[in-house]
């Protein structure tokens, strides 16, 4: 079973900046990619950014040249620095892996760090 840890989640002001991370408990490599998604009270949980194997990321709109997700695959663990913060920034930040073959998918959920950001 592959276990996703979060940590890095805080309280900051707004402006403030955090960097979240996530720890595998196996080679992040065999992932087809990761990504961070949140969910904020009362709704929907959303993509925020993701990677690839190849290194090849994706942003939601509301948090480019904001956000910046990377890895370490030496570490096995992914980062998210987040900058600029906006108390609509607030929310659960989750930690996701997923890969799949032919016919078959897999993703694996990391437990959450919680971000609150203060205007």
């Known amino acids: 079973q592959v276990q996703l840890v979060e940590s890095g989640g805080g309280l900051v002001q707004a402006g403030g900046s955090l960097r979240l991370s996530c720890a595998a408990s196996?080679?992040?490599?065999?992932?087809?990619?990761m990504g961070w998604y949140r969910q904020a009270p009362g709704k929907q949980r959303e993509l925020v950014a993701s990677?690839?194997?190849?290194?090849?990321?994706y942003y939601a709109d509301s948090v480019k040249g904001r956000f910046t997700i990377s890895r370490d695959n030496g570490k096995n663990m992914v980062f998210l620095q987040v900058n600029g913060l906006k108390p609509e920034d607030t929310a659960v930040y989750y930690c996701?892996?997923?890969?799949?073959?032919?016919?078959?998918?897999?993703?694996?959920w990391g437990q959450g760090t919680q971000v609150t950001v203060s205007s």
């Open positions: 996701k892996a997923v890969e799949y073959g032919t016919n078959w998918a897999r993703d694996y």
């Open positions: 990677i690839t194997r190849d290194g090849s990321t």
């Open positions: 196996r080679s992040i490599v065999s992932f087809n990619g």
